[in-house]
C-alpha cells in the first residue's frame, strides 16, 4: 500500500492549545478518514470525508479533505488531557479497497 | 454491544510454536482485516477479506495465514512464528467492501517471540 506522510510525529502541547496535524500523499484518495488510540486500546473512527473541499466538524475536532485530493488535515480546538493519544490518518484511492495509513501524530497534553 | 473481539490480549511465545489469535465481531460485517503495529511504522495491513471464504494480501502478509469460514470470525494463524513477528496486532471490520475506510477495530494482541 501508498505510504502516507503524516507531521507532525508527535506533540506536546499544553491544555487549552489549539492542534494541527496534517497528511500528504503522492496520489490522488477518495476518502480520507482520522482515527485516535488511546493507550492501550484500538484505533476510533473520528471523521470520515469523502468530497474534495469537505469540511467536517466532531465536537472540538474539525476535519478537511483537502482540494487537490492529495491532503488532509485534522485540528482540534482547546485541547483537553483526554485528547492525548495517537492520531492516524488514513486514506483509500480512486482503485481498490486497501487504506492506507499514516504513521501517527503522538499527541501529549499537559494540565 | 457491538465489538470486535480478539484473543489473546497479551501472548509470549518461542520461536516456531505456531499460534492462532482469533477475531470475531457481532456486527454482521462482511469486510474484516488484520493490521500489525510497529514503532516509527504505523498500521500496516497483513490479510484482508471482503466475505466469507474471499481472503487476500495486504502488505505484508508473509509468514501469516488467514481464514473465513464464517462471517463473524477472522482468524490469524502464525505456523512457525519468529522474532521479527513480535507486534501489536488490530483485527478490524467494516459493515462492507464499499465502506472499509469505516473500520472497527479490535483492542489489539500484543504478541511477543522469543
Known amino acids: 500500500g501508498q505510504q502516507l506522510n503524516q507531521s507532525p510525529q508527535s506533540m506536546f502541547i499544553q491544555e487549552g492549545e489549539d492542534v494541527s496535524m496534517n497528511c500528504t500523499s503522492s496520489s490522488i484518495f477518495n476518502t480520507w478518514l482520522w482515527y485516535k488510540q488511546d493507550p492501550g486500546e484500538g484505533p476510533v473512527l473520528l471523521i470520515a470525508l469523502y468530497k474534495a473541499g469537505e469540511l467536517t466538524s466532531n465536537g472540538r475536532l474539525t476535519a478537511q479533505f483537502g482540494i487537490t485530493r492529495k491532503d488532509s488535515f485534522l485540528n482540534i480546538s482547546a485541547s483537553i488531557p483526554s485528547d492525548v493519544g495517537i492520531y492516524f490518518c488514513a486514506g483509500r484511492g480512486i482503485s481498490g479497497y486497501a487504506l492506507n495509513f499514516g504513521k501517527g501524530t503522538s499527541l501529549l497534553v499537559t494540565p | 454491544e457491538a465489538q470486535v473481539t480478539q484473543n489473546p490480549r497479551y501472548l509470549i511465545t518461542v520461536t516456531g510454536k505456531k499460534l492462532t489469535v482469533t477475531c470475531s465481531q457481532n456486527?454482521?460485517?462482511?469486510?474484516m482485516s488484520w493490521y500489525r503495529q510497529d514503532p516509527g511504522l504505523g498500521l500496516r495491513q497483513i490479510y484482508y477479506s471482503m466475505n466469507v471464504e474471499v481472503t487476500d494480501k495486504g502488505d505484508v502478509p508473509e509468514g501469516y495465514k488467514v481464514s473465513r469460514k464464517e462471517k463473524r470470525n477472522f482468524p490469524l494463524i502464525l505456523e512457525s512464528p519468529s522474532p521479527n513477528q513480535t507486534s501489536l496486532y488490530f483485527c478490524?471490520?467494516?459493515?462492507?467492501?464499499?465502506?472499509?475506510?469505516?473500520?472497527?477495530f479490535g483492542e489489539g494482541s500484543r504478541l511477543t517471540v522469543l
Open positions: 478490524a471490520s467494516s459493515l462492507s467492501v464499499a465502506n472499509t475506510g469505516e473500520l472497527f
Open positions: 456486527m454482521n460485517h462482511e469486510y
